[in-house]
Every structure is written in structure tokens, then in C-alpha cells.
């Protein structure tokens, strides 16, 4: 397996303008997670999806971000009209259930993305 | 509510040296607890975990870490550094009853000194 795959690697953008970040998780894992990392404020978790439904989105700092997992194999993270302080690094990682529990999870390589 | 520290933001050590990264947690019940690392430019990877069992567990490029539930810690460590070991480590915690998220603590920046 390739791993968790996440696209871009690099996004630079305007502020105001809407940013989609994409994620394709490891086949037959059935959690996905999106993580926010700053040097300020270290590794976030954002939200979290079991079965492509959301389960925790307590993480999303404003409704300018959302979040969607259509389908077992792909999930986006959209930030609309984005601002110069969503400039971070955003990771995906996916799990599965073992023995009834959560798994380790693994990351992807993350979108650094810089608002302008 | 569940929560990690870890009290050092960077952590100097020789190479050859053994090297120790500390780890507080606290949680509701017992603690699923795991180490990850991130190498510059990278996602984190996984290193080790506790569930159960042996106090101390052994995991991925000779690190280990010691489970200690009276002074609630999970302090990983390494009996050798090596240069290649210079990474952010972060140490992690899951309530084996509440949630299925992992919190993580902000990471130690270890630096292998040549």
C-alpha cells in the first residue's frame, strides 16, 4: 500500500480565496483524521470520521473550515474565504478498529499551505 | 479530560549517549499510550505503544519506553543515540473509555550531538 496519500504537498494562496485539501486514506481503514501542526500550537486534531461519517469536529476552529469523507477513500478539508493564520501544516491520518479499539494511526505527509 | 505533557521543548544529547524524551499523561482510565516521530518535512511515524502487559515496551529503530502508572509516565528512551535519531517526538494518550481520538502532546525536538 502506498500509504495515506494527501495533495497537495504545497498550496500558496490569497487570503479570501477557498482552499481544498485532499486526502486518500489506507485501504480498509475505517477512521480518518485531519491534524493542524504550527509552532505555536503544536499538532491539532481538527475532526475525525468513523465510516465516513464525522464524529468529533470540536477541533474545526471556525466555520470557514469544513470537512467531508464521501466515500471510504477520500476525504477533503476546505477552508473558505482562507486567512494568513490558517498557514500551517495540515495532516490526514487513518486507522482501523483492532480487538474492538482504535489502532495507530498513520499520517501522511502533510499540505504546508501559506495564506498570503 | 485526557491530557499529555511533555515538559522538555528540546532535548540535547551526544552521540553514543543514551537519551531519555519524558512524558506525562493523564486520563480517566487506564492509558493506551504511543510515541511517534517526525522527520523534517514528514508526517509522523509511529514508534512504539503501551496497551498492556509489560511495563516496558520496545519498538521501531531501538527505542523503548518504560510504563510507569504511579508517576504516570511513559518516558522514551534509547541506550545508544545516534545523529540519524535527531527528529520531534511526540508523545501521545488515549482513554481506553472515553473517545476513540489520541491526544498528543507538543512535541520534544531532539538533537544528537556529533
Request: glycine letters at 6%; aromatic letters at 12%.
Amino acid at each position: 500500500d502506498a500509504g495515506v496519500i494527501q495533495s497537495p504537498r504545497h498550496e500558496v494562496t490569497e487570503m479570501g480565496q477557498e482552499v481544498t485539501l485532499r486526502c486518500k486514506p489506507i485501504s480498509g481503514h475505517d477512521y480518518l483524521f485531519w491534524y493542524r501542526q504550527t509552532m505555536m500550537r503544536g499538532l491539532e486534531l481538527l475532526i475525525y470520521f468513523n465510516n465516513n461519517v464525522p464524529i468529533d469536529d470540536s477541533g474545526m476552529p471556525e466555520d470557514r473550515f469544513s470537512a467531508k469523507m464521501p466515500n471510504a477513500s477520500f476525504s477533503t478539508l476546505k477552508i473558505q474565504p482562507s486567512e494568513p493564520r490558517d498557514s500551517a501544516v495540515y495532516f490526514c491520518a487513518s486507522s482501523f478498529e483492532y480487538h474492538g479499539r482504535l489502532n495507530i494511526q498513520y499520517f501522511g505527509a502533510g499540505t504546508r499551505l501559506s495564506v498570503l | 479530560a485526557q491530557s499529555v505533557a511533555q515538559p522538555e521543548d528540546q532535548v540535547n544529547v551526544a552521540e553514543g549517549n543514551p537519551l531519555t524524551v519524558k512524558c506525562t499523561y493523564s486520563v480517566s482510565g487506564n492509558p493506551y499510550l504511543f510515541w511517534y516521530v517526525q522527520y523534517p518535512n514528514r508526517g509522523l511515524q509511529f514508534l512504539l505503544k503501551y496497551i498492556t502487559g509489560d511495563n516496558l515496551v520496545k519498538g521501531s529503530y531501538g527505542f523503548e519506553a518504560e510504563f510507569n502508572k504511579s508517576q504516570t509516565s511513559f518516558h522514551l528512551k534509547k541506550p545508544s543515540a545516534l545523529v540519524s535519531d535527531s527528529a520531534l517526538y511526540f508523545c501521545a494518550v488515549r482513554d481506553s473509555i472515553r473517545d476513540d481520538k489520541i491526544i498528543f502532546g507538543k512535541g520534544t525536538r531532539l538533537h544528537i550531538l556529533p
